[in-house]
């Protein structure tokens, strides 16, 4: 289930964690789909106690939410790329329409804002290469302020994970 990631200012107080949260957080992380009964056997507590901690956890917003993380290759992406896009103007109107032009393109799985000679890095999925030569030519090149994509393709991911230390 996604969970509304706008936080209220009382979501925002740094909650103090304990070991039994750390714990609950890295099983939580591992599987999200555990059941409570199980998550509370493996932290030794009650299910009671440990359904009010993760509820705690979710509504302090360190937990923002769970999804389902599916395999890029079975779902038929075969490949992914690391696109770097510079804009023509670094001004805040600027960005702000790139940043709302970028969102909706699914292919688009990460948009991050950096510092440095590049305004931004993408990390965008595709079938085969006539589908990043088709993303590349007919969605990024055309979006509002770019005037330069250079691309980087991957050849394996040898760590990825979504997973915190704690």
């Not at 740094?14 to 009964?37: C, F, G, P, V, W």
């Not at 302090?60 to 790329?81: M, N, P, Q």
């Not at 699914?106 to 991050?112: F, I, P």
């Amino acid at each position: 289930m996604k969970r509304n990631m706008a936080a209220t200012p009382k979501k925002m107080q740094k909650m103090e964690l304990d070991t039994k949260d750390r714990l609950l957080l890295r099983l939580l992380q591992d599987d999200a789909r555990i059941s409570n009964s199980d998550l509370a056997d493996r932290v030794h507590l009650s299910p009671s106690a440990t359904l009010r901690r993760v509820k705690a956890l979710e509504d302090s917003g360190l937990i923002a939410g769970s999804a389902v993380v599916l395999d890029e290759k079975k779902a038929g992406f075969a490949g992914t790329a690391f696109v770097f896009v510079t804009l023509d103007q670094q001004k805040r109107g600027a960005l702000d329409t790139f940043e709302i032009a970028i969102k909706p393109i699914s292919e688009v799985l990460e948009c991050w804002l950096l510092a440095g000679q590049a305004d931004y890095l993408l990390r965008v999925i595709f079938r085969d290469t006539s589908d990043l030569e088709r993303i590349h030519s007919e969605i990024i090149t055309q979006l509002p302020h770019v005037v330069r994509v250079q691309s980087t393709l991957t050849l394996r991911a040898v760590k990825r994970t979504t997973r915190l230390p704690m």
